[in-house]
T-cell receptor, first 110, second 114 residues
Framework: SQQGEEDPQALSIQEGENATMNCSYK?????LQWYRQNSGRGLVHLIL?????REKHSGRLRVTLDTSKKSSSLLITASRAADTASYFC??????????FGAGTTVTVRA | KAGVTQTPRYLIKTRGQQVTLSCSPI?????VSWYQQTPGQGLQFLFE???????NKGNFPGRFSGRQFSNSRSEMNVSTLELGDSALYLC?????????????FGPGTRLTVT
């Protein structure tokens, strides 16, 4: 079973707009990671945020973590066509095994 | 630095056969994890190896097995293939335990069972 659940399942935005997706998980975690997958570059790591961190930035990406609500969000600012991909959150609930959510499919329209 | 490589990239097998997939991690990475990705179940953790020892195992039947060699290269084997084993098998390497460190994924092996 999957520990994390992303919301929404799919998102379509105009180039230049921001995209926000959320991840909720069931049990306490040590770390949460976000990954992106597209047909061209496969599965790529975006950000790792630890349970004692609340926010992390990487370029146009911003990740927040709220351990009290067991949720995380990924914000992509000023989206580009190259951001079209599926985005997954992954948590390490038990023995640091990574458990992936079902993903959010993001389509950026020109 | 060369990325994670997986061979073969595509494979077609028939039910009942067995298959071995190979993964070469990034130089210096001692942890290798394997995942199965299907449209229905998504990305599921198979197992993780660190310094030739299996550190973690997912909820898969015993037909799925793996090993890691002293040079950190890893193989996974699936015996008595079933139609439901058709999937993209991804290998990832990292400096340490998969949950604590970022994973670098290979391109995957697309397995089709007929």
């Amino acid at each position: 079973s999957q520990q994390g659940e992303e919301d929404p399942q799919a998102l379509s935005i105009q180039e230049g707009e921001n995209a926000t997706m959320n991840c909720s998980y069931k049990t306490s975690i040590n770390n949460l990671q976000w990954y992106r997958q597209n047909s061209g570059r496969g599965l790529v790591h975006l950000i790792l945020i630890r349970s004692n961190e609340r926010e992390k930035h990487s370029g146009r990406l911003r990740v927040t973590l709220d351990t009290s609500k067991k949720s995380s969000s990924l914000l992509i600012t000023a989206s580009r066509a190259a951001d079209t991909a599926s985005y997954f959150c992954a948590t390490d609930a038990i023995d640091y095994k990574l458990s992936f959510g079902a993903g959010t499919t993001v389509t950026v329209r020109a | 630095k060369a990325g994670v490589t997986q061979t073969p990239r595509y494979l077609i097998k028939t039910r009942g056969q067995q298959v071995t997939l190979s993964c070469s991690p990034i130089s210096g990475h001692r942890s290798v994890s394997w995942y199965q990705q299907t449209p229905g179940q998504g990305l599921q953790f198979l197992f993780e190896y660190f310094s030739e020892t299996q550190r973690n195992k997912g909820n898969f039947p015993g037909r799925f097995s793996g090993r890691q060699f002293s040079n950190s290269r890893s193989e996974m084997n699936v015996s008595t293939l079933e139609l439901g084993d058709s999937a993209l098998y991804l290998c990832a390497s990292s400096l340490g335990t998969s949950g604590r460190f970022e994973q670098y994924f290979g391109p995957g092996t697309r397995l089709t069972v007929t």
